[in-house]
């Protein structure tokens, strides 16, 4: 069993920025994809970022792009998701998630893990 625990998340003025964490319990983590992904009330879950297990590829939703890092700690078993620049359209609950293949994946269905999630809120 694995468990994704998010923390980061919280109230900031457009233009500010977060930086969320998501620490890994269980099996192993090292060896798996990480992605985070968003969702806002009312839309879709949609694909923030994600990172392979060795750090060697990323890859970034349109919208976040060269605003948001990913990056991950294997030794501390933890990813995370430093966040500039934001704005209130970034407003939403993030979860982190464990992927299913050895390749960044953006589709919800190549994640199998899950964290709870944790809260964004930008002001404007």
């Known amino acids: 069993q694995v468990q994704l625990v998010e923390s980061g998340g919280g109230l900031v003025q457009a233009g500010g920025s977060l930086r969320l964490s998501c620490a890994a319990s269980g099996r192993t983590f090292s060896g798996y994809t990480m992605g985070w992904f968003r969702q806002a009330p009312g839309k879709e879950r949609e694909f923030v970022a994600a990172i392979t297990y060795n750090s060697v590829g990323t890859a970034y939703g349109d919208s976040v792009k060269a605003r948001f890092t990913i990056s991950r700690d294997n030794a501390k078993d933890t990813v995370y998701l430093q966040m500039n620049s934001l704005n209130p359209e970034d407003t939403a609950v993030y979860y982190c998630?464990?992927?299913?293949?050895?390749?960044?994946?953006?589709?919800?269905?190549?994640?199998?893990?899950w964290g709870q999630g944790t809260q964004v809120t930008v002001s404007s």
């Open positions: 998630a464990r992927g299913t293949r050895w390749s960044v994946g953006r589709k919800v269905n190549e994640y199998d893990y």
